[in-house]
């Protein structure tokens, strides 16, 4: 492994700021970028692009959701001399029909650089940092996924894989579908969550209540659509990548909502 000065985009996010630790703590330099960070970055302002980029040789490559990643942003880091891009995507963008993340791909893809495309399953943290947290907090998950299992991963174990990507040598040229050590249903991850924080958390996965608490609206309807979509593929089955890639295993779900509770994060 040799030392690289490494561009983290969303720095701030819940996987940037994981994948900048963890390179700082390998001896990395790392330039932390976002709208807020250490070096400035904003999709909307192009002029913000170009210094940031300017004298790294690998990016993290991410978007906030709904902001498509710019073909432009991506031919100047190859410009720039950036030798290995690491895309974070998701899992099951096709059925979804997303095509922000497929759009991306493919510009990672056709780019004139050394890529990796990142493909995670839910994150863990969706239940404490992200949009799941204010159902938790009000003890009702309401997602319209029936009983279907999916793996659910640590965003620590993915800023892991994307480190790894970024630093060493055999990662350029692939497609990682990343996932935790086994899968669950999200009825089953809410009594997980439920017994660590000592009150019951209900779980709905209807798709009719879904739409109707979203209030009818357009984009309750296309999202209900698209994860019915999902949710027609079955249980979601785990994969190898983080052990591989890592020489560790994943987190189980368990371990992480123990953390999670210990710190306080679904404390009222």
Sequence with gaps: MTRQVILVLGATGT??????????????????????????????????WEPAVRGVSGVFLMAPDGVPIDPAFVSLAVDQGVGQIVLLSSGGIEVMGDERLMAAERTVRDSATGWTILRPSWFDQNFDEGFLRPAVMA?????????????????????????????????????????????????????????AVGREITYLGGEEEYIAAQGFSGDAIRAAKAFTA??????????????????????????????AAARGAWRP
């Design 15 to 48: 996987i940037g700021r994981r994948v900048a630790e963890q390179l700082r703590a390998a001896g990395h330099a790392v330039r932390a970028a976002s709208r807020s960070g250490e070096t400035m970055f904003d999709w909307a302002r192009p002029g913000t």
């Design 230 to 259: 999902l949710r027609a593929l079955g249980d979601q089955p785990v994969t190898e990548v983080v052990s591989q890639v890592t020489d560790r295993p994943p987190k189980p779900f368990e371990s992480y909502v123990t953390e």
């Design 139 to 195: 003890g009702e998950l309401m997602l319209p996924m029936g009983a279907v299992r999916q793996a659910f991963v640590d965003a620590g174990d993915i800023a892991a894989v994307a480190a790894a990507a970024l630093t060493r040598d055999g990662h350029a040229g692939h497609s990682y579908e990343i996932t935790g050590p086994r899968s669950l249903s999200f009825g089953e991850a809410s009594e997980i969550i439920g017994w």
